[in-house]
């Protein structure tokens, strides 16, 4: 049971450039989200995607793109990197937008130099 | 916007003793309140969680207490072991236009051996 997967694991870019962070997940589930997570600042959300074919921003969308490829995969696009988006990353999923639990990938770690 | 605190930031306690974290929210509508652990290097795996219509819920050596007039849930952890240190999160969940989590900043707990 893979449950969610994130990949890179881990990144190292430089200011400016642009990368793809993958997320997939094997539990036919309907909602994906991908967070961030900064020292004393938990996890926040960046964008979200209630099902397949949807996708709406969170807390902190800016600098940031995402693609609901399909009703696994969920992608997030930075265009242009820059330092202060270096962080650790989390994709999660749940059975349905209200009230489910989520379940988390392992995340990837993100340096912008 | 919902607005969750969460204490301690760091706890550190003997091997067989209880743990206390005790979370706040701001929004009397959110209703799903769930906690996770999260070990070094991986994402947030839910370990419990309860709905605003039950007051205590328990699984084992843990349980979680929720005061809705109070605003204000905890995590209580007992008969600790060395494998319970972690980093622990709470979060509120405030049903709606979308599920609007939000995390708290998480609390570092050590269970010396």
């Known amino acids: 049971n893979a449950g969610v997967t994130q990949t890179p694991k881990f990144q190292v870019l430089k200011t400016g450039q642009s990368m793809t962070l993958q997320c997939a997940q094997d539990?036919?589930?309907?909602?994906m989200y991908w967070y961030r997570q900064d020292p004393g600042m938990g996890l926040r959300l960046i964008y979200y995607?209630?099902?397949?074919?949807?996708?709406d921003k969170g807390e902190v969308p800016n600098g940031y793109n995402v693609s609901r490829l399909n009703k696994r995969e969920f992608s997030l696009r930075l265009e242009s990197a820059a330092p202060s988006q270096t962080s650790v990353y989390f994709c999660?999923?749940?059975?349905?937008?209200?009230?489910?639990?989520?379940?988390f990938g392992d995340g990837t770690r993100l340096s912008i130099l | 916007g919902e607005n969750v605190e969460q204490h301690p930031s760091t706890l550190s306690v003997q091997e067989g003793d209880s743990a206390v974290i005790k979370c706040t929210y701001s929004d009397s509508a959110s209703n799903y309140f769930p906690w996770y652990k999260q070990e070094l290097g991986k994402g947030p795996q839910l370990i419990i969680d309860?709905?605003?219509?039950?007051g205590e819920k328990k699984d084992q050596r843990i349980a979680v207490t929720l005061n809705k007039t109070a605003k204000h849930f905890s995590l209580h952890i007992t008969e600790t072991q060395p494998e319970d240190s972690a980093v622990y999160f709470c979060?509120?969940?405030?049903?709606?236009?979308?599920?609007?989590?939000?995390f708290g900043t998480g609390t570092k707990l050590q269970v010396i051996p």
């Open positions: 539990m036919n589930h309907n909602s």
């Open positions: 309860i709905r605003s219509n039950v």
């Open positions: 979060a509120a969940l405030l049903s709606g236009g979308y599920q609007k989590v939000t």
């Open positions: 999660a999923s749940s059975e349905g937008l209200l009230n489910q639990p989520q379940h």
């Open positions: 995607s209630a099902s397949e074919g949807t996708t």
